[in-house]
């Protein structure tokens, strides 16, 4: 166990403590209270983005919206790992038609996510309430942490919460994708539904205009989807002002009597995801790959930031 383990558990089991004795109805307000107390972070990458160098008040603003959205995300999972077992968010889930007519057509179908704060847990509450078993293709540093004593130990508290509400998890291990294809073409084939975060992660790209700048996508999601003939299906997930949550299941990429090369489909994706960015800067995830040694958004000019201010803020 090396220091920042202990430091994690440390952070956990207080979290825990306060997950457990606070209601979820009091949860939200708790992690803006944590947040407060937090040094504002202008290095995130969002001002870098987004904004001019003159609104770091916005910056300050999203980023600690944003901070307080993975707080309040930590208690959700670790208040369902305790007393509030039976806690039923306010989930709304659209674009369920186009999840039939996927299904409909026997070839399974792929979900693929945008990777926002909230959308690791209740997309799969979502499904799960409409009563939906997916699979989850997941990685073992999903979680907490990911050095090896926070993935034998901490992760499986994150997942064994997810994991109530999905029908199975496929594990990438060792990035190593042989074994977790196999089983996805056979999910697929008997036409079931798989997730798939919209994340960084892949040994393939396909850069697409986001933006103002460029985003590499990985097309794993897509070459997969081609070769079952199954439906790729964007889906977005993030939490309203009433502390409700919206899951919104979109159209599939492409219909069947298309046929549209890889980087048509993840330049379509990329569009989609870039109207819900603009709208929800303080929810999507994409910013944590944003640092200024990664190409996972290749930013070739700044926005003005008006778009965002007036439609977010």
């Known amino acids: 166990m090396t220091k920042r383990d202990a430091m994690d558990v440390v952070k956990i089991a207080v979290t825990t403590l306060v997950a457990w004795l606070v209601p979820p109805s009091f949860w939200r307000k708790v992690a803006m209270a944590r947040t407060r107390t937090?040094?504002?972070?202008?290095?995130?990458p969002v001002g870098r983005y987004f904004l001019e160098d003159e609104h770091k008040?916005?910056?300050?603003?999203?980023?600690?919206?944003y901070q307080s959205y993975n707080k309040e995300l930590k208690l959700q999972i670790l208040g369902l790992s305790g007393p509030w077992r039976s806690w039923r968010p306010d989930i709304h889930l659209n674009g369920t038609i186009y999840l039939r007519r996927a299904l409909e057509r026997g070839h399974g179908?792929?979900?693929?996510?945008?990777?926002?704060?909230?959308?690791?847990?209740?997309?799969?509450?979502?499904?799960h309430n409409a009563g939906y078993r997916a699979c989850q293709l997941s990685r073992p540093t999903h979680g907490f942490s990911r050095s090896p004593f926070g993935i034998r130990f901490l992760n499986p508290i994150f997942t064994g919460v997810e994991n109530r509400f999905i029908a199975e998890r496929i594990l990438i291990v060792a990035d190593d994708t042989t074994e977790a294809t196999r089983k996805l073409?056979?999910?697929?084939?008997?036409?079931?539904?798989?997730?798939?975060?919209?994340?960084?992660?892949?040994?393939?790209?396909?850069?697409?205009?986001?933006?103002?700048?460029?985003?590499?996508?990985?097309?794993g999601p897509i070459r997969l989807a081609r070769?079952?003939?199954?439906?790729?299906?964007?889906?977005?997930?993030?939490?309203?002002?009433?502390?409700?949550?919206?899951?919104?299941?979109?159209?599939?990429?492409?219909?069947?009597?298309?046929?549209?090369?890889?980087?048509?489909?993840?330049?379509?994706?990329?569009?989609r995801m870039e109207s819900f960015v603009l709208e929800?800067?303080?929810?999507?995830?994409?910013?944590?790959?944003?640092?200024?040694?990664?190409?996972?958004?290749?930013?070739?000019?700044k926005l003005s930031g008006s778009c965002l201010i007036n439609r977010s803020l």
Not at 110 to 127: E, G, P, Q, R, Y
Not at 191 to 218: Q, S
């Open 185 to 219: 073409r056979e999910r697929l084939a008997a036409n079931r539904i798989v997730i798939i975060a919209a994340i960084p992660m892949a040994h393939r790209y396909a850069e697409v205009p986001f933006l103002r700048g460029h985003l590499k996508l990985p097309i």
């Open 57 to 65: 008040a916005e910056i300050d603003r999203i980023s600690a919206r």
């Open 280 to 301: 929800h800067p303080d929810q999507w995830t994409g910013w944590e790959y944003c640092p200024d040694d990664t190409d996972w958004l290749q930013q070739e000019t």
């Open 38 to 44: 937090a040094r504002a972070d202008r290095s995130w």
């Open 227 to 271: 070769t079952m003939n199954a439906a790729l299906l964007p889906v977005f997930a993030y939490t309203k002002h009433d502390g409700g949550f919206e899951v919104s299941i979109d159209e599939a990429l492409w219909r069947d009597s298309e046929e549209p090369d890889t980087e048509s489909i993840a330049a379509a994706y990329a569009k």
């Open 109 to 127: 179908a792929i979900l693929w996510v945008v990777d926002s704060v909230f959308s690791t847990l209740v997309v799969k509450m979502a499904l």
